[in-house]
Structures are given as structure tokens and as C-alpha cells.
Nanobody
Framework: VQLVESGGGSVQAGGSLKLSCAASGLDFSTYCMGWFRQGPGGEREGVANIHFPDGTTYYDDSVLGRFTISQDNAENTVYLQMNNLEPKDTAMYYC?????????????????WGQGTQVTVS
């Protein structure tokens, strides 16, 4: 499985960005995917997760109502629409996949990671 993130950039507070995670070699019928972020000196924290078989989604409270995770099976891509961005959202954002059950926001659950895309909000 190979994951490639894109869509990061620099925006002003209140702005929007849409991150993409293009997946190759991924069976969308059995995997789930999470978006994580890691700020300078901080721990990697879960932002959102989508369970591919039924489309169930999960969000961290800090992004609930502002971020939306979605999947496009035809394009083998998962998106993270981020609206009303705040400076505290500044971080490197990563997508990751897992085939195991467990706490969706635990990085240990995931076994494939992308290289990350930087989001900076000023």
C-alpha cells in the first residue's frame, strides 16, 4: 500500500483547504483510513477516520463541525475538507490505513503512512 498526501499550504485564519490522500494497492472494502496531524514538538494526534465498508466517520472534538472526511472509491482517494481553519490547526498532516479494530485515534493502530503535507494557518 502506498499513500500520497497533497493539498496542504498556507492560509489565513477562517480559510479552507482540501487535503487528498491517493492510495494504491488498497482494498477499499476492508480498510479504514485516518488523518493525523503533528505540530512542532507535539505528538501525532488523530483528526478524523473513515471506515470504508460502511462509511462511518469519526472526528476529534477539536475539528468537529469544521472538517469532513470522505472517500472516492473510483479514484482510490480519501479527502479531508478543512473549513474555518484556525492557527492551532497548523501541523503536518498524514493519512494512514489500518485493517485492525481499535481506538481510531491511536497511531499504533495504523500500519501504512503517507509522507505528510504541511498546513500552516496564520
Amino acid at each position: 500500500v502506498q499513500l500520497v498526501e497533497s493539498g496542504g499550504g498556507s492560509v489565513q485564519a477562517g480559510g479552507s483547504l482540501k487535503l487528498s490522500c491517493a492510495a494504491s494497492g488498497l482494498d477499499f472494502s476492508t480498510y479504514c483510513m485516518g488523518w493525523f496531524r503533528q505540530g512542532p514538538g507535539g505528538e501525532r494526534e488523530g483528526v478524523a477516520n473513515i471506515h470504508f465498508p460502511d462509511g462511518t466517520t469519526y472526528y476529534d472534538d477539536s475539528v468537529l463541525g469544521r472538517f469532513t472526511i470522505s472517500q472516492d472509491n473510483a479514484e482510490n482517494t480519501v479527502y479531508l475538507q478543512m473549513n474555518n481553519l484556525e492557527p492551532k490547526d497548523t501541523a503536518m498532516y498524514y493519512c494512514a490505513t489500518s485493517v485492525r479494530w481499535g481506538p481510531w485515534n491511536s497511531p499504533d493502530l495504523y500500519n501504512n503512512w503517507g509522507q505528510g503535507t504541511q498546513v500552516t494557518v496564520s
